[in-house]
């Protein structure tokens, strides 16, 4: 019934070749534990698809449930302005209990990222629009909470397992 | 003979109220000494949601994702109320933990009598259906939205009809 209302594009992070035959989209938030759990079974479908697999991550953090969320996303988009997306995400998720602005910026620090603007862009959430973009398009695209996935743009209500995950994605490939 | 009829009445509840439907008025607890009528709201859209139950698992939960989409639904103008049979105790302490920025209202006593007249109140259950409704500024229903229970239908559906209402100018007398 929901599509995804914001196709996949260069303003996304996206991991894979985007001719691939399936793009799975995560809308998620970082202190979300049930986001957490999907990390790892994301990166087994990666591992295992190859460039089989594009994947795009969007941030939808619920800040009024996860006092540090809005922050780790903003975080997120910071490293990535500096080309670390990927490995600030990683991080985030393999620290969901430690997301504050002190671990954030240790972080920054580890990623070698020049911490000076990276301190100055969180102070000014220079990221904030963009976030709330993501949030609203998953709001229209029917994300009705975290994680929500899409495979080729088409919301995925199964559960997001492995198994499950992989064989609706070779559904959509085939 | 009365008591018959009125349950058979719940028993087979009328279906659904859809769109052109003039919104049923209704007065609610919303905390332990405040009530909320629908009718106060006249003049602008209202959002209404009907939900199971307190207390469903965080990050999936409805309530959580329009809190935190308020300022959008307040671009519109329009209020948000969720409604269920949970009393106003209930209420009180799920909206604090969630951090909740709009009224939860109790249709407790009597129980569900507004999600009758709705059209969705589930008897056997005894809780109200995962509903919503989009009621223009003049008291009339827009759209409405029943979804599995089990099933958050997200905010799509809602910002979609809230786009779809005249535009203030034509509802403004």
New interface residues.
Partial sequence: M?DLTLPVSERDHIQGPMTAPVTLVEYG?YQ????GQAYPIVKELQQRLGDRLCFAFRNFP????HQHAQQAAEAAEAAGAQNKFWEMHDTLFEHQRALDDKHLKEYAAKLGLDESRFSREMAEHSYAVRLRED??SG????????PTFFINGERY?GSYDLVSLLSAIEDAAA | MSKVKKEQGILNPTSVLGPGTPAPDFKLQSTPDQFVSLSEFRGSPVILAFYPADWSP?????M??Y???LP?FHRFNAALIGISVDGVWCHLAFTKD????FPLLADFEPKGAAAHTYGVYRQQDGICERALFVIDAKGTIRWSYVSPVG??????GI?TALEALPSKQEVTK
Avoid: F, H, M
């Fill in positions: 929901s938030d979300c534990p049930y986001c619920l800040t009024q449930i949030l609203l709001a229209r695209s029917g994300v009705n909470g975290t209500d | 965080v990050c999936g939960d409805q959580a994702l809190n935190e989409l959008e969630r951090k909740l920025r099933v958050n239908p997200g905010a799509d910002l």
